[in-house]
């Protein structure tokens, strides 16, 4: 008896220790894997960085270091000189393809996410075929559309070929996303709104779209960001007129200034506002909800 | 057609999702408007299937469910003027506690100051004024229960239906919302339809107590009724507080009979209501564990008390105002000895000690 009334203390202290390790010293590990992580953010970001920064040359810069100047030339460059290609021609196909992918990419994975709520016959038949064109490669499934347009007697546009092959992309991502956003929706909030005499679509457009709203965003912000920058899909399937992908993609093979460079700078930056934006709804979103505590 | 009675009749309910099993097997059941009920059992015994069914978010696949004398079966929830407090309340994440409330009402398109001023009267009722403007994961779960019963109760239902209203709070607040639950029934006036699997939530609250297994009702009647009077071994163990002993009829006399356990004392238990119990018969008696007595060995035994057995004690509870004593009585059952606790302590047993177990004749029961 008297053994286990000794023991006890030492026992409580040694068990706070493993609850609350000391914050003076990082094991060794902290500094091998910090380093690790460290060594990552500079290869993902420092090619980029790289282009970023030869961008700002002024007008003797060359395509590789060391930095000739400083300046904002080829920006200008780049909108006013013909011979740099369609940059704002493409640039608008760009935006307005991605709009129209986004929608119909946040409409269809909202509904398969409705859809796959409950199980039915085949339900995972539909879902591999579904994640099925994520494993095709882009290159090959790009050349099959425009080989099927043109089977068909139809001429592949940014707006027709395009989008299919470019939903082909983004609708396997969304639906994924959906999913893990589903998995958290309680379906008897859907039922509550039933039992309290809301129709089918009251209960959506009250309750299920509010509730999803931020997974909808980050839905809609993957379907844009992969159709803005989608490349292999597009290269067979865009026609004539190209988007901004394969606009640069062509001015890397004949246009020999830093203005390419500065492409590359907008593209980014109007990226960044994209994801900007949407982060920044869904953060509006729960700060509203967030505010409402406070003033609770 | 207005539904103006909260009565509820199930007649010959079943309901099967694979087309195989029945998730219920043919369920009879009548209760009366304004009836507290509680449903009891097991999960997967089919008691929530029966709630969901009456509140009309599933079709049974036979039978028919009457509320107020019409059949609702394929009717939509609101027709049916019943209301539903779903299991963890599920009251919208996004809304206020005031919106949650006008929710019913805004679908119905009340304009909005007409809404909010219902849903502010509801919400003086349910004692949730000064968090009106909050979220439900700002409240309490004894708050958030408030809630979904004040958004349940502002369509004015005939029927509640509330899937373990309890399951999600602690213990005390248990007991506390318990009451709650009680004295809101008692004020709306309308008939509640309760789901646990706590036997002490449904005889505390129920005025009907309805025991189910395995998708059928085994026992339904008041909550002393059920609780004192099993109808089975597995309605007293499901239930609690009663041994149940079996073995087999030596001799029937006039108003009793003997059962004898193996190379055991026979015991006499008396036939009361019980018909058709003939020699060689192997039936289940119940003795409650409050009525059984404790006695040393050689002591004379309390008076009217005639079946004496002997066992050993295996272990012992403190609970408060008795004590638990477990006791090796029969092979395979246990046995268990509700001893008030100053009796107890008079002269307390020990583990291993040989006791006596004994009760008055007439306080065992014969079970089906």
Known sequence: MSAVVVDNPEQGISARKAIAPSRGKRPWTFYVLASLFTAYVLALYGPMFCIYILSFQDVRGGL??????????????????????????????????????????????????????????????????MIGSLVAPGLVLG?????????????????????GAQLSWTLPFGVLVMFAVMSRFNNAWDEAARDLGASRWQ???????????????????????????????????????NTLPLEIWSMTLNVTSPSLYALGTVTTIVSFVVIGVSLGSIVLIQKKRGAQKIKG | MRIERGDIELAGVCKSYDGVVNAVDGVNLRIADGAYCCFIGPSGCGKTTILRMIAGHEDPTAGEIVIGGHNVVGLPPVQR????????????????????????????????????????????????????????????????????????????????????????????????MRQELRRMQRELGITFIHVTHTQLEAIALADLVVVMEQGRIKQAGPAREVYAHPRDRYVAEFMGGQNVLSGRVAKVNGGSFLLKQGAREAIEVPLQARRGIGVGDTIDIAVRRDDVALVRPGASLPPGCGTALPSRVTAIEYQGYFVK???????????????????????????????????????ARPLA
């Open chain 1, 64 to 129: 590789v270091f060391p930095m000739k100047g400083r300046s904002l030339h080829w920006f200008i460059d780049l909108f006013t000189q013909v011979r740099t290609g369609d940059v704002k021609g493409s640039f608008d196909r760009s935006i307005k393809l991605a709009v129209i992918v986004t929608i119909i990419t946040v409409v269809i994975s909202f509904l398969a996410g409705l859809g796959f709520r409950r199980r039915f016959k085949g339900d995972s038949i539909v879902f591999y075929m």
């Open chain 1, 143 to 163: 050349l099959g559309t425009g080989l099927l347009f043109q089977a068909l007697g139809l001429s592949p546009a940014w707006y027709s070929s395009a989008l």
């Open chain 1, 203 to 241: 209960a959506i457009r009250l309750v299920m779209i509010p509730v999803l709203a931020p997974g909808l965003v980050a839905v809609a912000l993957f379907g844009f960001t992969l159709s803005y920058d989608e490349f292999a899909r597009t290269l067979q399937t865009a026609g004539s007129l």
């Open chain 2, 81 to 176: 003027r019943t209301a539903m407090m779903f299991q963890s309340y599920a009251l919208f994440p996004h809304l206020t506690v005031r919106e949650n409330i006008a929710f019913a009402l805004q679908v119905r398109g009340q304009s909005k100051a007409e809404r909010l001023r219902a849903a502010d009267a509801m919400i003086e009722k349910v004692r949730l004024t000064q968090f009106a403007d909050r979220l439900p994961a700002q409240l309490s779960g004894g708050q958030q229960q408030r809630v979904a019963l004040a958004r349940a109760a502002i369509t004015e239902p005939r029927v509640l239906l509330l899937d373990e209203p309890l399951s999600a709070l602690d213990e005390q607040l248990r007991v506390q």
């Open chain 2, 325 to 363: 004593v477990m006791l090796d009585t029969v092979p395979d059952d246990e046995f268990v000895a509700y001893v008030p606790e100053k009796t107890f302590f008079a002269d307390p047993f020990n583990v291993g000690d040989v006791v006596l177990a004994t009760w008055v004749a007439d306080r």
